[in-house]
């Protein structure tokens, strides 16, 4: 089955803990990306990458790091949480991105105190 | 930069009613257009795309049409079910190859 898969789905920890949230996919999409989503925002792009070894910032990029070491795998890193990363935060890939269907993953709900 | 303006929410309505929701777009180029739907605890997943002006996506009874001279999406179903409750959003594809998401409008269908 096709699928984007997250972990964790659900995260509580304290302001400055190191967290990495994993992303990967089976599609062989050369496109992926992170987005988090806060109420009356909708959804922002934090980082993408078109490939292998290749990302560059979105949007909303303070405060995250990101790697793309395999085709499959895109982490999302946050090196010293603060409290204004609580959100909601998908993991997305597609073919090329642009026009092409983007397959979202389930969503991790990180809390920071 | 480029934009999408969708109508707020929340919006209720009946079993069987009508459905629009509107979208308007801001776009230098000529982008894609999408609207994605997130049931309740999940993540999005793609309702309809068009990828050219006058194109009409259609899926499970919803449709839009790209309409270039008004930069316009809107959203349409004949009939809602109860099983149509969630958040909709309207999108576009941005130049780095990102989806520029509208703020999202969730729907409450009652039975």
């Known amino acids: 089955e096709a699928q984007v898969t997250q972990n964790p789905r659900y995260l509580i920890t304290v302001t400055g803990k190191k967290l990495t949230v994993t992303c990967s996919q089976n599609?062989?999409?050369?496109?992926m990306s992170w987005y988090r989503q806060d109420p009356g925002l909708g959804l922002r792009q934090i980082y993408y990458?078109?490939?292998?070894?290749?990302?560059d910032k979105g949007d909303v990029p303070e405060g995250y790091k990101v790697s793309r070491k395999e085709k499959r795998n895109f982490p999302l890193i946050l090196e010293s949480p603060s409290p204004n990363q609580t959100s909601l935060y998908f993991c997305?890939?597609?073919?090329?991105?642009?026009?092409?269907?983007?397959?979202f993953g389930p969503g991790t709900r990180l809390t920071v105190l | 930069g480029d934009s999408v303006t969708q109508m707020e929410g929340p919006v209720t309505l009946s079993e069987e009613a009508f459905l629009t929701i509107n979208c308007t777009y801001t776009?230098?180029?000529?982008?894609?257009l999408f609207w994605y739907v997130q049931y309740p605890g999940e993540g999005l997943q793609l309702l309809l795309k068009?990828?050219?002006?006058?194109d009409k996506g259609s899926n499970k009874g919803f449709e839009a049409t790209y309409r270039k001279e008004t930069t316009s999406f809107h959203l349409e179903k004949g009939s809602v079910q109860v099983s149509d409750s969630a958040v909709y959003f309207c999108?576009?594809?941005?130049?780095?190859?990102?989806?520029?998401f509208g703020k999202g409008t969730k729907l409450s269908v009652k039975p």
């Open positions: 776009a230098t180029g000529y982008p894609s």
């Open positions: 990458s078109m490939n292998v070894e290749v990302t």
């Open positions: 068009a990828t050219k002006a006058d």
């Open positions: 999108a576009l594809s941005g130049s780095q190859g990102n989806l520029i």
């Open positions: 599609m062989n999409h050369e496109y």
């Open positions: 997305a890939s597609s073919d090329r991105g642009g026009g092409d269907t983007q397959y």
